[in-house]
T-cell receptor, first 113, second 109 residues
Framework: IAGITQAPTSQILAAGRRMTLRCTQDMRHNAMYWYRQDLGLGLRLIHYSNTAGTTGKGEVPDGYSVSRANTDDFPLTLASAVPSQTSVYFC????????????FGDGTRLSIL | GQNIDQPTEMTATEGAIVQINCTYQTSGFNGLFWYQQHAGEAPTFLSYNVLDGLEEKGRFSSFLSRSKGYSYLLLKELQMKDSASYLCAVLDSNYQLIWGAGTKLIIKP
């Protein structure tokens, strides 16, 4: 079944550790996105990529980095995790970075202690 | 700044109709999306409006008034499975989605 796969599903991490959240899509979508979702707040864009080889900063990029070496993969790295990065992280993709609907992965629940 | 407002929570009865409102103030407008998100799951696409008026899709309809910065999602013949959060999101001038915090809809028998 075509879609977006995120890994891990959940993770508990000690503060200061490095962590990479994986995201892979098989829909050949050009645009990909990373969001965090916190209780009482809307989804907030961390980083995005309009096409393979390019990335951009979203609303809350500090403490996170991404890469887009190919169309399918868009990993998100926390270089040195802090407790305020405890959140649910969603990866999404869309055909183009325009008015096409975004398709979401199942999310990664990350707790930083 | 950019702002999307939705009610935090609404309650409705199975079989009834409910309207979830969304008002927005954004830098530019390239369309408005509604997504459904069940607890612990990913958001899923419901509707997209870019022109004024009503878009109907089965039991769900979405309305847009660009001049008023206003949209609503109308759910008819409510079913228990419609219990979820409904997210309003606006595509701004940079084609980035600005998300509301979502409306948690509780359906009672």
């Amino acid at each position: 079944i075509a879609g977006i796969t995120q890994a891990p599903t959940s993770q508990i991490l000690a503060a200061g550790r490095r962590m990479t959240l994986r995201c892979t899509q098989d829909m050949r979508h050009n645009a990909m996105y990373w969001y965090r979702q916190d209780l009482g707040l809307g989804l907030r864009l961390i980083h995005y990529s309009n096409t393979a080889g390019t990335t951009g900063k979203g609303e809350v990029p500090d403490g996170y980095s991404v890469s887009r070496a190919n169309t399918d993969d868009f990993p998100l790295t926390l270089a040195s995790a802090v407790p305020s990065q405890t959140s649910v992280y969603f990866c999404a993709s869309s055909q183009e970075s325009s008015n096409q609907p975004q398709h979401f992965g199942d999310g990664t629940r990350l707790s930083i202690l | 700044g950019q702002n999307i407002d939705q009610p935090t929570e609404m309650t409705a009865t199975e079989g009834a109709i409910v309207q979830i409102n969304c008002t927005y103030q954004t830098s530019g407008f390239n369309g408005l999306f509604w997504y459904q998100q069940h607890a612990g799951e990913a958001p899923t696409f419901l509707s997209y409006n870019v022109l004024d008026g009503l878009e109907e899709k089965g039991r769900f309809s979405s309305f847009l008034s660009r001049s008023k910065g206003y949209s609503y999602l109308l759910l008819k013949e409510l079913q228990m499975k419609d219990s979820a959060s409904y997210l309003c999101a606006v595509l701004d001038s940079n084609y980035q989605l600005i998300w509301g915090a979502g409306t948690k809809l509780i359906i009672k028998p």
